[in-house]
């Protein structure tokens, strides 16, 4: 029988060598955030967690604390009743809940007196989380970012994945905030994660990069639907180079119109979103465009959202925000293609030398 206690620095470096990383917080915990996979075996799931809350408050803590006892109990046989049966000795987990106490305290004492070796994480998912709040600090200092811009429906996010493709390091930060980062961004059927959440996707897809490697990233805005890119990503996205993606308006518009099919398919969804234009817009303009969505034009109605909003939003954006653009080296396209996307994204990623930071991440 080993039971460890260790630091969530610890945790963080070994965290490749545990069998299994074991959430004990109640599901809403969980879902706001959690250790890189994680899997939840809640010892008190919410509805039992807010019940033994109210009667430690209204009752007695001995009171709550025994009915407490009894419910961890049932939940943690349930646990190894329905997980651990086809697991040999050999079997290491990482248990930890939100301050590495009562709640993962009770599952490891149990994995522990079955015969698995199991680490307890310290302080639990606080300090996790301390850590990578932390690291977000110092991080993005390590990597030469290259910033992919260009204006909206010029295949930016397309590019990036042909580039991940290509063998080369990319950090796309709207697939880690599903959303496409617009007023219309929203994705079908895929709620945004947590900021937390977010926040530990970035961290946990930095420390896979290599320092020696640029990283390819497009350009963001402060937010990205809800959330917030880090403070200290955004400073370094802001002064790093820049390629500047080029694609004829009508490719844009076919492009635009394949990656907004929900929207296409559902009129009355888009029209709902374009309604948060009419401050920026006005009214008239706004109903146009909605009665252009559903007459079913909808090229036209890309090439006036184009022209009328985001490329004069998106031309203000990148000069006021991004400082070497105006050095930015043109990556044209023919279309959004993926042939003309292979190729742009095989030549960038094979001919371009780069120099990693220097000393405190400053560029040579």
Same mark, same amino acid.
């Given at each position: @029988?080993?039971?460890?206690?260790?630091?969530?620095?610890?945790?963080?470096?070994?965290?490749?060598?545990?069998?299994?990383?074991?959430?004990?917080?109640? /599901?809403?915990?969980?879902?706001?955030?959690?250790?890189?996979?994680?899997?939840?075996?809640?010892?008190?799931?919410?509805? /039992?967690?807010?019940?033994? &809350?109210?009667?430690?408050?209204?009752?007695?803590?001995?009171?709550?604390?025994?009915?407490?006892? +009894?419910?961890?109990?049932?939940?943690?046989?349930?646990?190894?009743?329905?997980?651990?049966?086809?697991?040999?000795?050999?079997?290491?987990?990482?248990?930890? !809940?939100?301050?590495?106490?009562?709640?993962?305290?009770?599952?490891?004492?149990?994995?522990?007196?079955?015969?698995?070796?199991?680490?307890? +994480?310290?302080?639990?998912?606080?300090?996790?989380?301390?850590?990578?709040?932390?690291?977000? %600090?110092?991080?993005?200092?390590?990597?030469?970012?290259?910033?992919?811009? #260009?204006?909206?429906?010029? &295949?930016?996010?397309?590019?990036? #994945?042909?580039?991940?493709?290509?063998?080369?390091?990319?950090?796309?930060?709207?697939?880690?905030?599903?959303? =496409?980062?617009?007023?219309?961004?929203?994705?079908?059927?895929?709620?945004?994660?947590?900021?937390?959440?977010?926040?530990?996707? +970035?961290?946990?897809?930095? =420390?896979?990069?290599?320092?020696?490697?640029?990283?390819? $990233?497009?350009?963001?805005? *402060?937010?990205?639907? *809800?959330? *917030?890119?880090? %403070?200290?990503?955004?400073?370094?996205?802001?002064?790093?180079? !820049?390629?500047?993606?080029? @694609?004829?308006? /009508?490719?844009?518009?076919?492009?635009?119109? /394949?990656?907004?099919?929900?929207?296409?398919?559902?009129?009355?969804?888009? !029209?709902?979103?374009?309604?948060?234009?009419?401050?920026?817009? #006005?009214?008239?303009?706004?109903?146009?465009?909605?009665?252009?969505?559903?007459?079913?034009?909808?090229?036209?109605?890309? *090439?006036?959202?184009?022209?009328?909003?985001?490329?004069? +939003?998106?031309?203000?954006?990148?000069?006021?925000?991004?400082?070497?653009?105006?050095?930015?080296?043109?990556?044209?396209?023919?279309?959004?293609?993926?042939?003309?996307?292979?190729?742009?994204?095989?030549?960038?990623?094979?001919?371009?030398?780069?120099?990693?930071?220097?000393?405190?991440? $400053?560029?040579?």
């Amino acid at each position: @029988m080993s039971l460890r206690r260790i630091s969530a620095a610890e945790a963080i470096a070994r965290l490749g060598e545990f069998s299994a990383v074991v959430d004990a917080r109640s /599901e809403s915990e969980y879902a706001e955030d959690r250790l890189p996979g994680a899997v939840n075996w809640p010892s008190l799931n919410d509805a /039992e967690r807010a019940s033994i &809350g109210t009667e430690y408050k209204q009752v007695s803590p001995f009171a709550a604390r025994r009915r407490g006892a +009894i419910l961890v109990a049932r939940n943690v046989a349930g646990h190894v009743e329905r997980e651990l049966l086809d697991k040999d000795r050999e079997w290491r987990p990482l248990v930890y !809940c939100w301050r590495g106490g009562h709640r993962s305290g009770a599952l490891a004492l149990v994995l522990d007196q079955i015969g698995f070796s199991v680490n307890v +994480i310290e302080g639990g998912y606080r300090e996790f989380r301390r850590a990578v709040v932390a690291d977000l %600090e110092t991080l993005p200092a390590r990597f030469t970012l290259q910033v992919v811009a #260009g204006p909206t429906g010029s &295949g930016k996010s397309r590019l990036l #994945g042909a580039l991940a493709a290509a063998g080369a390091q990319v950090l796309d930060l709207e697939a880690l905030a599903a959303h =496409r980062g617009s007023v219309l961004g929203p994705l079908p059927d895929q709620a945004q994660p947590s900021q937390k959440a977010f926040e530990t996707r +970035i961290w946990q897809q930095l =420390r896979a990069f290599d320092p020696a490697r640029p990283v390819f $990233v497009e350009a963001e805005s *402060r937010t990205i639907g *809800r959330l *917030r890119v880090p %403070e200290s990503l955004l400073e370094r996205l802001r002064g790093a180079p !820049c390629l500047a993606v080029e @694609m004829p308006l /009508e490719a844009r518009v076919r492009l635009l119109i /394949e990656d907004y099919a929900h929207l296409v398919a559902d009129a009355e969804a888009l !029209c709902a979103l374009l309604s948060r234009l009419r401050e920026l817009r #006005g009214t008239a303009t706004v109903e146009r465009w909605q009665a252009l969505a559903r007459a079913g034009d909808f090229p036209t109605l890309v *090439r006036e959202l184009l022209a009328e909003h985001y490329d004069p +939003i998106y031309a203000r954006s990148t000069a006021r925000n991004f400082s070497r653009f105006g050095q930015a080296e043109a990556v044209p396209l023919d279309d959004g293609e993926a042939p003309t996307l292979a190729r742009a994204a095989q030549a960038l990623a094979r001919r371009t030398v780069w120099t990693p930071p220097g000393p405190e991440g $400053v560029l040579p």
